[in-house]
């Protein structure tokens, strides 16, 4: 699996615009969807089978990127919506979570890349109506949406096998948000394109594009491909490329605390971290990253203490 992600050839954005959008045969990820309306009466349950069905089609056979994926190198993620109010019928306010993962070379192991929550959005759906995106327009605010993620599940996972290869992906999830931020269909205007609002879409993308937080996208590359990758034949190299990784993201989250890829981040990874250092026989090394992390993701802190035990 490694060999095609790390050979990934760099296209100019204007390529990456003609082609992203097409519906071809290069599907790139491979989602479980999952729409809940616990909170809310609907009249007609199959109108949410049904938009669940739609969302999972729309990730899963659209060609978002230029490159030839094999059907076990897609991307994994999961996407769980859902419905918090049904303001009229087919208009629809929403909050979803998105899991990413990305295989561990040479095992069957499948590690969280990213877990991030979208608290509050709005949209429209028919049954009748297909979902339909382009990466140069608005078409609806739940297209852009999933485009948006779409394009920051694939940004990141290029970040974990190549030192800053998410880039042109970053750049298409910025015309997502401009375009959305600026679309005239006042019944889908959403602050979180904006900055304001629930805001996790406006900063996230900010977050991993500001050079001077670089150190998040340089510490996935060191985390995964030079750490995680290599555990199995050399764990000690392996713990002391994620100790950099970690090094650079505490940096990071130092110059903006309160970051929210690095909440994410940790909310993807603190138990996978545990247990990486929790058999390290180095005291040193474990004190340092408990220290270290206790300071930087303190909401986790108990997990990390159990590293010393």
């Given at each position: 699996?490694l060999?095609?992600?790390?050979?990934?050839?760099?296209?100019?954005?204007?390529?990456?615009?003609?082609?992203?959008?097409?519906?071809?045969?290069?599907?790139?990820?491979?989602?479980?969807?999952?729409?809940s309306?616990?909170?809310?009466?609907?009249?007609?349950?199959?109108?949410?089978?049904?938009m669940?069905?739609?969302?999972?089609?729309?990730?899963?056979?659209?060609a978002?990127?230029t490159?030839?994926?094999?059907?076990?190198?897609r991307?994994?993620?999961?996407?769980?919506?859902?419905?918090?109010?049904?303001?009229?019928?087919?208009?629809y306010?929403?909050?979803?979570?998105?899991?990413?993962?990305?295989?561990?070379?040479?095992?069957?192991?499948?590690?969280?890349?990213?877990?991030?929550?979208?608290?509050?959005?709005?949209?429209?759906?028919?049954?009748?109506?297909?979902?339909?995106?382009?990466?140069?327009?608005?078409?609806?605010?739940?297209s852009?949406?999933?485009?948006y993620?779409?394009?920051?599940?694939?940004?990141?996972?290029?970040?974990?096998?190549?030192?800053?290869?998410?880039?042109?992906?970053?750049?298409?999830?910025?015309?997502?948000?401009?375009?959305?931020?600026?679309?005239?269909?006042?019944?889908?205007?959403?602050?979180?394109?904006?900055?304001?609002?629930?805001?996790?879409?406006?900063?996230?993308?900010?977050?991993?594009?500001?050079?001077?937080?670089?150190?998040?996208?340089?510490?996935?590359?060191?985390?995964y491909?030079q750490?995680?990758?290599?555990?199995i034949?050399?764990?000690?190299?392996?713990r002391?490329s994620?100790?950099?990784?970690?090094?650079?993201?505490?940096k990071?989250?130092?110059?903006?605390?309160?970051?929210?890829?690095?909440?994410?981040?940790?909310?993807?990874?603190?138990?996978?971290?545990?247990?990486?250092?929790?058999?390290?026989?180095?005291?040193?090394?474990?004190?340092?990253?408990?220290?270290?992390?206790?300071?930087?993701?303190?909401?986790?802190?108990?997990?990390?203490?159990?590293?010393?035990k």
């Amino acid at each position: 699996m490694l060999p095609l992600r790390k050979l990934l050839a760099a296209l100019p954005i204007c390529a990456l615009l003609l082609l992203a959008g097409s519906v071809a045969h290069a599907q790139e990820l491979l989602a479980e969807v999952r729409v809940s309306t616990e909170n809310v009466t609907i009249s007609d349950p199959t109108i949410v089978t049904q938009m669940q069905n739609d969302i999972r089609t729309f990730l899963n056979n659209r060609a978002w990127t230029t490159q030839t994926y094999r059907p076990e190198e897609r991307i994994r993620l999961k996407v769980f919506i859902g419905i918090t109010g049904i303001p009229q019928n087919g208009t629809y306010n929403a909050t979803m979570r998105l899991i990413s993962t990305r295989p561990v070379y040479g095992t069957g192991y499948d590690t969280n890349v990213i877990s991030v929550v979208d608290r509050s959005f709005n949209f429209n759906y028919s049954p009748q109506n297909p979902l339909d995106f382009s990466p140069n327009s608005f078409v609806s605010n739940l297209s852009s949406l999933l485009g948006y993620y779409a394009y920051i599940v694939i940004g990141l996972d290029r970040d974990t096998f190549a030192r800053l290869g998410g880039t042109p992906y970053y750049e298409l999830a910025r015309n997502v948000v401009n375009y959305s931020a600026g679309q005239t269909q006042t019944n889908e205007a959403d602050e979180g394109w904006r900055g304001t609002g629930s805001r996790e879409r406006h900063f996230l993308l900010d977050n991993i594009t500001d050079p001077q937080l670089e150190a998040f996208r340089t510490g996935l590359y060191a985390y995964y491909r030079q750490g995680m990758d290599v555990f199995i034949e050399k764990p000690e190299a392996a713990r002391a490329s994620v100790m950099t990784a970690l090094t650079g993201v505490q940096k990071a989250a130092l110059i903006r605390p309160g970051t929210l890829f690095a909440r994410a981040f940790f909310d993807a990874k603190s138990d996978e971290i545990a247990n990486i250092f929790r058999t390290s026989q180095d005291a040193q090394q474990k004190q340092q990253l408990v220290t270290m992390l206790t300071e930087v993701d303190p909401g986790n802190s108990a997990k990390y203490q159990t590293v010393l035990k």
